[in-house]
């Protein structure tokens, strides 16, 4: 149902399967099946998670994987009543996003472009895409050469399907005429790819893991802490940096490919200094120097 009907994403098909199994596991040791857990099941299920040290977050996903698995259920005639809705979700914090700040960001670059040969035209365009566009990491690294139509812009598929344009930079659009110079270097000879960054493993693509890696090494030759670079910190730093340079908060959701803008709100709190500073500019009633 999530594949054909909603369109769902593999990765996101992966991490339901993932939860259900692990429901599943818990209920075979008293022989429930996992169409028939009661209440009390889920309840023993998610205290035991709790004893087990794991987040809030990870819990709040496992229920939500099961609250629509038992939906389905409902839905479908399978059973007469949704066992998980008299469940309370765990209260989350709202931790902000981890962030590079623009000079750690200048440095990454630079430590990019003091790299040579494929392996550093490579790296650079990663480096430029993610933080010029704000790509999920499986977005990028499964980007199809054919998205790129109009070196004005990317054509970006995301979650559900869903395709957004985001516009390239100049940097960018540089960084990426190099590493297309070079990219056979990353194909068995006699061969091509339709993805833009081609490998020579089993998915035929470079990987997310990998480019995490990548990522850390670079992070080291500039100086930062390993730990505090990724992927998705990158996407960060790109929402980040453009709403504190002046974008709109819409503008930037599209860019993103959330759904909700509830959700690129998160990036809000790189405004604070910036909107009391407008307050305190222009609204008639502020104190005027």
């Known amino acids: 149902m999530l594949a054909a009907e909603r369109g769902a994403a593999r ?9 259900l199994d692990d429901f599943a596991g818990f209920l075979a040791a008293s022989g429930i099946a996992l169409e028939a857990a009661d209440a009390d099941a889920l ?17 709040a996903r ?21 066992p998980t809705s008299v469940l309370d979700a765990p209260r989350l914090g709202r931790p902000l996003p981890k962030l590079l700040g623009e000079e750690e960001m200048t440095a990454l670059i630079a430590a990019a472009r003091r790299r040579s040969g494929p392996e550093g035209a490579r790296l ?21 050469l054919a998205r790129l139509k ?3 812009v990317l054509i970006v598929r995301g979650k559900g399907g869903k395709e957004r344009l985001v516009p390239l930079s100049e940097p960018a659009r540089a960084a990426l005429a190099a590493y297309s110079a070079v990219r056979g270097a990353f194909l068995r000879q006699g061969e091509d790819s339709r993805f833009l960054f081609p490998s ?6 470079l990987t997310r893991r990998r480019c995490g890696q990548l990522l850390k090494e670079l992070a080291l030759a500039a100086g930062i802490d390993p730990a505090r670079v990724s992927p998705h910190v990158l996407r ?3 929402a980040s940096h453009l709403l504190g ?28 200094d910036r909107l009391r500073s407008l307050v305190e500019a222009h609204h008639p009633l502020a104190r005027r120097k």
């Open 11 to 19: 990765l996101t098909i992966a991490a339901y399967r993932n939860d």
């Open 245 to 272: 340079h002046g974008a709109d908060l819409r503008s930037v959701q599209k860019m993103l490919g959330h759904a909700d803008i509830a959700t690129t709100q998160i990036y809000t709190h790189v405004l604070e």
């Open 150 to 152: 109009d070196e004005r």
């Open 62 to 82: 496992r229920l939500s994987a099961l609250r629509q698995f038992h939906r389905f259920l409902l839905a479908e005639g399978v059973r007469g009543d949704d």
């Open 200 to 205: 020579r493993g089993g998915d035929g693509h």
């Open 43 to 59: 309840r023993r299920y998610f205290a035991g998670i709790a004893r087990a040290g794991l987040s809030p977050r990870t819990s």
């Open 124 to 144: 650079l365009c990663i480096v430029e895409l993610l933080y010029a566009t704000g790509l999920r990491v499986s977005e990028l690294v499964t980007l199809p």
């Open 236 to 238: 960060h730093a790109f």
